[in-house]
């Protein structure tokens, strides 16, 4: 078990060994050369994949495109459109938005206030958050108590 120090200690050690200017500016340069490093491999594997993906959804197009003619009449439970669906993660959109907590008590401040200009100054938000709220909120078709 390693013996607590005092911040009055911690302080002191710092001060004796911290890095020189130059030694800093060493140290800082190569942190960003290792950071722009990992930058780049994560980028280039993130083209990889992308670049296989298209292959693979290329391939799929072109096998709807021999099968059927067209991806147009291609039936929608095909195995083949099932295929690309699951290359490209195709989730269906939400019918409606989701209502949060948080707008709800947008939405009912705002209907409290009775002015989105005002209401927004009040809780300290956008005025588009607010109207997001107020839209999700009234396209759900209200709070429903």
Known sequence: MRKRISASKQREYDLRH????????????KQAAKKTADAYRRRREQLRKRHERDHALMAAVHTIEDTYGSIQQAPAGS????????????QPAPAKPVVT?????YYRTYKAIGDQKRATKALGIGIQTLRNA????????????
């Open 101 to 105: 907590r948080e707008m709800a008590m």
């Open 18 to 29: 911290a890095l020189s200017p130059s030694e800093q500016l060493k140290w800082d340069r």
């Open 79 to 90: 195995p083949e459109v099932t295929a690309v669906r699951l290359i490209v993660d195709a």
């Open 134 to 145: 107020i839209v999700a909120v009234e396209e759900n078709g209200g709070l429903g108590k």
